[in-house]
């Protein structure tokens, strides 16, 4: 059974810094994994996919990297803002055949002024 | 706006209650999912359809829920008498396996959140 863990649960970074975000999955026989953000009391905005063929994808300030074989993904954060505060979670769908995502617990960033 | 809509946005009930949420994927996606969100935690896979058929059901899919998607467009989700445990806050999302259109990427949409009183 797939279980996607996400640590720390939450960070607090002052404004402008670079800071990375934790992802790590048990079955490393994933399709691909995706990086979503979510404000509260919203749904899901999706940010970044990685297929599992590919080690990084990057978009805008945010980039993500993934390495399959030690079960592992981070998301990068350049010069964050206080609008990049919000909850960070990530998800892996673990093969072709098997549509479902599972997600982690996520991250929640606050971004100090 | 031509991402993922959810209706109602929000709903409270009365244990027992029936009640029944609305999913419309974004246009030209051809599958479609129920995820289910507690408050803390990440969402737990509920059920997915490709087209109009039910492809996957989950565990937590007990009798007391029922998921449509006659015409390979809208979907429904229905739970029938309510419990106090069912408040929680539930995503629609969309996906196409088209290549020429999305890598397999999930979209969701804002989620309609229920409390059972």
């Known amino acids: 059974k797939q279980e996607v863990t996400q640590i720390p649960a939450a960070l607090s970074v002052p404004e402008g810094e670079n800071l990375v975000l934790n992802c790590s999955f048990t079955?490393?026989?994933?399709?691909?994994l995706q990086w979503f953000r979510q404000d509260p009391g919203k749904g899901l905005t999706s940010l970044l996919l990685i297929q599992s063929s590919q080690r990084e994808q990057t978009s805008g300030r945010l980039n993500a990297s993934l390495d399959k074989s030690s079960g592992r993904s981070t998301l990068y954060i350049a010069a964050s803002q206080p609008g990049d505060s919000a909850t960070y979670l990530c998800?892996?769908?673990?093969?072709?055949?098997?549509?479902?995502?599972?997600f982690g617990t996520g991250t929640r960033l606050t971004i100090i002024p | 706006d031509t991402g993922v809509s959810q209706d109602p946005r929000h709903k409270i009930t009365k244990r027992g209650q029936n009640v029944t949420f609305r999913c419309d994927p974004i246009?030209?996606?051809?599958?479609l999912y129920w995820y289910r969100q507690t408050l803390g935690q990440g969402p737990e896979f509920l059920t997915y359809f490709q087209n109009e058929a039910q492809l996957e059901k989950s565990r937590l899919l007990s009798d007391r829920f029922s998921a449509e998607r006659p015409k390979g467009s809208f979907s429904t989700l229905e739970i029938q008498r309510t419990e106090q445990g069912d408040s929680a806050m539930y995503l629609c999302?969309?996906?196409?396996?088209?290549?020429?259109?999305?890598?397999?990427?999930?979209?969701f949409g804002p989620g309609t959140r229920l409390t059972v009183t």
């Open positions: 246009s030209e996606h051809n599958r």
């Open positions: 999302a969309s996906s196409t396996n088209l290549v020429r259109l999305a890598g397999h990427e999930q979209y």
């Open positions: 079955d490393s026989a994933i399709y691909n």
């Open positions: 998800a892996v769908r673990t093969d072709f055949g098997n549509e479902k995502l599972t």
